[in-house]
């Protein structure tokens, strides 16, 4: 399977469980990315991790924790949510952080409904 | 802080006919690089067109064509020959050239969405 893959794509879940996000790229990046797209609001940037380390985190709540294990797979681990965290999570994936040059791969998404 | 402003919520065209979807951006700049995406009823993300700040020529990928007005920060779509498979959420992004700071990060407008009419 070739470029970014996110699992699962629909997800429903209660305030008090716990539940994690899954992407993987098989495209050899080095940057992986997790964005939330709300409804009539711009794509906005979460975390960013450039070879297995986080180098990005705008002012995300605690709620939601990533986790890079490997340059190949991020998660997006999600605990305690609210209803307004109902939203299209989109993993991304870049060759490299820093050059502006680089072009983002997205996988499809995750749907979130939070109860 | 860099801004992308999309216009228009929503646009409908005829098929086989032309298009053009609006995006201005605000930034103090010089070098950075605008993108199109595509987001169909599939979610995913499709880049369609980039364009590099300092280059003069507009972009050009097949059916898709962008006029880049650098001095007045606008960089809108042309989409030709519109087919069916054309109608999908149409994001503007910027980012960054520079080492340093936030130019990571893909900054977006609101989206376009685009219907095609048979």
């Known amino acids: 399977e070739t470029g970014v893959t996110q699992t699962p794509r629909h997800l429903v879940m209660g305030m008090t469980n716990k539940k994690s996000l899954k992407c993987e790229q098989h495209l050899g990046h080095n940057a992986m990315y997790w964005y939330k797209q709300s409804a009539k609001k711009p794509l906005e940037l979460m975390f960013v991790?450039?070879?297995?380390?986080?180098?990005e985190n705008n002012s995300v709540p605690s709620r939601f924790s990533p986790e890079c294990p490997n340059s190949s797979h991020l998660f997006l681990h999600l605990h305690t949510l609210q209803p307004e965290d109902s939203a299209l999570y989109l993993c991304a994936s870049s060759q490299d952080y820093r050059s502006g040059a680089n072009v983002l791969t997205f996988g499809a998404g995750s749907r979130l409904t939070v109860l | 802080a860099q801004t992308v402003t999309q216009s228009q919520p929503e646009m409908s065209v005829q098929e086989a006919e032309t298009v053009t979807l609006s995006c201005t951006y605000d930034?103090?700049?010089?070098?950075?690089?605008l993108f199109w995406y595509k987001q169909p009823p599939s979610r995913q993300m499709i880049l369609v067109i980039r364009?590099?700040?300092?280059?003069?020529q507009n972009a050009t990928e097949n059916r898709f064509s962008v006029n880049f007005q650098k001095a007045a920060k606008s960089f809108s779509l042309k989409i030709s020959d519109s087919q069916l498979g054309d109608a999908a959420m149409y994001f503007c992004?910027?980012?960054?050239?520079?080492?340093?700071?936030?130019?990571?990060?893909?900054?977006f407008g609101k989206g376009t969405k685009l219907s095609v009419k048979p």
């Open positions: 930034t103090s700049e010089s070098d950075y690089y």
């Open positions: 364009q590099e700040a300092y280059k003069q």
């Open positions: 991790y450039s070879l297995e380390e986080r180098v």
């Open positions: 992004a910027y980012r960054s050239s520079y080492y340093g700071g936030s130019q990571g990060n893909l900054i």
